[in-house]
């Protein structure tokens, strides 16, 4: 445990530097032109307004339209601009403003025009699938060895607690955090030689968006897949210099030390529950958590959305 605080302090002090920066927030003009054969898919991440979302399809696009009406539809029934989280301009452009995971579903716009003043009404019906989506929530899954003292011995439980929490401190500056899945300690019979001890961890490492970031970061640097970059330059350092400590010691080695070339650590990515990747079913959004639709569910942060016959929603979380 005194080596472990020792190489904390050592690179504690090599990444003080500040790491957070700012980012811009971008204004989103993508305009969305429907079809009278086919519904289109819109995305709308979470939290965001969507596209404009016209009514009109490609052909209609550039004509003349005369006496249009516009009627717009969602899946609660009519919508109308004194909803606040709908706005429609008087050429029926429909923005939806502050998307929320229940908004998902089928957009109809009725449009009635004419193409000559002589002419009968034309009556369209222009639909939409409109998904909810957020970006992945990714984290580095870690395994590590220590050879260790016996399995019953308490000093592997203070050695745990020790190691977790310095880690964690390692990264809290990047707003990131290091949590415990498993540990468990096994005999290993070695190729040249007897049986000894040794721990085997796994912790996860995720970096969230806080509120704490979204005001000072202006910049990608904020970036949670950034800063989960960065910490995993900071943990493999730590290791690395574990081993560098005590090559240049000539104590002799300890009762618990870290296994050289035992960590690996793995990119994985996770949706919130009700959410999925499905880059056939998606191909507009295909690295994207979208909403599972109804005759799916996701009841964990994996990435995929379950089928279920009797799931009448989007984003559900059980069948």
């Given at each position: 445990?005194?080596?472990?605080?020792?190489?904390?302090?050592?690179?504690?002090?090599?990444?003080?530097?500040?790491?957070?920066?700012?980012?811009?927030?971008?204004?989103?003009?993508?305009?969305?032109?429907?079809?009278?054969?086919?519904?289109?898919?819109?995305?709308?991440?979470?939290?965001?307004?969507?596209?404009?979302?016209?009514?009109?399809?490609?052909?209609?696009?550039?004509?003349?339209?005369?006496?249009?009406?516009?009627?717009?539809?969602?899946?609660?029934?009519?919508?109308?601009?004194?909803?606040?989280?709908?706005?429609?301009?008087?050429?029926?452009?429909?923005?939806?403003?502050?998307?929320?995971?229940?908004?998902?579903?089928?957009?109809?716009?009725?449009?009635?025009?004419?193409?000559?003043?002589?002419?009968?009404?034309?009556?369209?019906?222009?639909?939409?699938?409109?998904?909810?989506?957020?970006?992945?929530?990714?984290?580095?899954?870690?395994?590590?060895?220590?050879?260790?003292?016996?399995?019953?011995?308490f000093n592997n439980i203070s050695f745990?607690?020790?190691?977790?929490?310095?880690?964690?401190?390692l990264v809290a500056d990047l707003s990131?955090?290091?949590?415990?899945?498993?540990?468990?300690?096994?005999?290993?019979?070695?190729?040249?030689?007897?049986?000894?001890?040794?721990?085997?961890?796994?912790?996860?490492?995720?970096?969230?968006?806080?509120?704490?970031?979204k005001i000072i970061c202006q910049e990608?640097?904020?970036?949670?897949?950034?800063?989960?970059?960065?910490?995993?330059?900071?943990?493999?350092?730590?290791?690395?210099?574990?081993?560098?400590?005590?090559?240049?010691?000539?104590?002799?080695?300890?009762?618990?030390?870290?296994?050289?070339?035992?960590?690996?650590?793995?990119?994985?990515?996770?949706?919130?529950?009700?959410?999925?990747?499905?880059?056939?079913?998606?191909?507009?959004?295909?690295?994207?958590?979208?909403?599972?639709?109804?005759?799916?569910?996701?009841?964990?942060?994996?990435?995929?959305?379950?089928?279920?016959?009797?799931?009448?929603?989007?984003?559900?979380?059980?069948?």
């Amino acid at each position: 445990i005194v080596v472990l605080m020792q190489l904390f302090y050592l690179l504690t002090v090599q990444c003080s530097e500040g790491f957070l920066r700012s980012a811009g927030l971008r204004s989103n003009s993508l305009k969305i032109v429907g079809s009278a054969i086919f519904p289109v898919k819109v995305y709308v991440k979470l939290g965001h307004n969507s596209p404009r979302i016209l009514c009109v399809t490609n052909r209609l696009r550039n004509s003349e339209l005369i006496d249009p009406i516009f009627g717009w539809n969602g899946p609660g029934g009519f919508l109308s601009s004194e909803n606040s989280s709908v706005q429609i301009s008087p050429t029926g452009t429909l923005v939806l403003r502050n998307f929320r995971t229940e908004l998902s579903g089928v957009y109809t716009c009725s449009l009635v025009y004419k193409l000559m003043a002589t002419q009968p009404d034309k009556r369209l019906v222009i639909k939409y699938l409109v998904y909810a989506y957020s970006d992945p929530q990714y984290y580095y899954e870690v395994t590590v060895q220590y050879h260790t003292a016996p399995c019953n011995s308490f000093n592997n439980i203070s050695f745990e607690k020790a190691l977790l929490q310095i880690l964690s401190k390692l990264v809290a500056d990047l707003s990131c955090e290091v949590t415990l899945i498993k540990s468990a300690c096994h005999h290993v019979k070695m190729q040249r030689g007897g049986l000894q001890n040794e721990m085997f961890f796994t912790f996860s490492v995720t970096c969230l968006d806080t509120e704490k970031n979204k005001i000072i970061c202006q910049e990608s640097a904020c970036d949670a897949s950034h800063r989960l970059y960065k910490a995993r330059y900071i943990i493999e350092g730590f290791f690395k210099q574990e081993v560098e400590i005590r090559r240049k010691s000539s104590e002799p080695l300890p009762e618990i030390y870290y296994i050289e070339g035992t960590l690996q650590m793995v990119w994985v990515d996770r949706c919130y529950p009700g959410y999925g990747m499905n880059a056939v079913r998606h191909p507009g959004c295909p690295k994207c958590c979208v909403v599972c639709s109804p005759g799916s569910y996701n009841p964990s942060n994996g990435i995929h959305c379950l089928h279920c016959s009797s799931s009448l929603m989007y984003g559900a979380t059980t069948c």
